[in-house]
Nanobody, 119 residues
Framework: QGNLEESGGGLVQPGGSLNLSCVVD????????MKWYRQAPGKQRELVAT???????NYVDSVKGRFTISRDNAKNTVYLRMNSLKPEDTAVYFC?????????????WGQGTQVTVSS
C-alpha cells in the first residue's frame, strides 16, 4: 500500500481519549472520501466514521457524540478524535480513502493501528 500512514493508537483507560491520525498521499486525499473502520477480534470490520470531500460527516450510532472525524486538507490528513472511550471500542482501527470514478470505485487502506480500552 504505502499511500496511507496511521498513528495514534495505544492503551487507554475507560473514559479516556485518543486521537488517531492518517496521513494520505496528496493525489488520493483530494479526490476521496475519508473513512475510519475498526475490527475487533472475531468480528467483521465496521465503518465507524466518514468525512466526504465536501466535509460532511457520518458516524455509526455507537460512537455518535463521542468520536469526531475531521480532515485537514492542507496536511492531507484525516483525524479521529475519540472521547469517553469504552472497552467495546477496543479494535484495530483502519484508515480508508474511498475513491469513486465514473463506472468504478477503489478503496485505499492503511495498515491499521491498535486501540485498547482497558483498566
Amino acid at each position: 500500500q504505502g499511500n496511507l500512514e496511521e498513528s495514534g493508537g495505544g492503551l487507554v483507560q475507560p473514559g479516556g481519549s485518543l486521537n488517531l491520525s492518517c496521513v494520505v498521499d496528496e493525489s488520493i486525499f483530494s479526490v476521496s472520501a475519508m473513512k475510519w473502520y475498526r475490527q475487533a477480534p472475531g468480528k467483521q470490520r465496521e465503518l465507524v466514521a466518514t468525512a466526504t470531500k465536501g466535509g460532511d460527516t457520518n458516524y455509526v450510532d455507537s460512537v455518535k457524540g463521542r468520536f469526531t472525524i475531521s480532515r485537514d486538507n492542507a496536511k492531507n490528513t484525516v483525524y479521529l478524535r475519540m472521547n469517553s472511550l469504552k472497552p467495546e471500542d477496543t479494535a484495530v482501527y483502519f484508515c480508508c480513502a474511498a475513491f469513486s470514478y465514473p463506472g468504478g470505485h477503489y478503496d485505499y487502506w492503511g495498515q491499521g493501528t491498535q486501540v485498547t480500552v482497558s483498566s
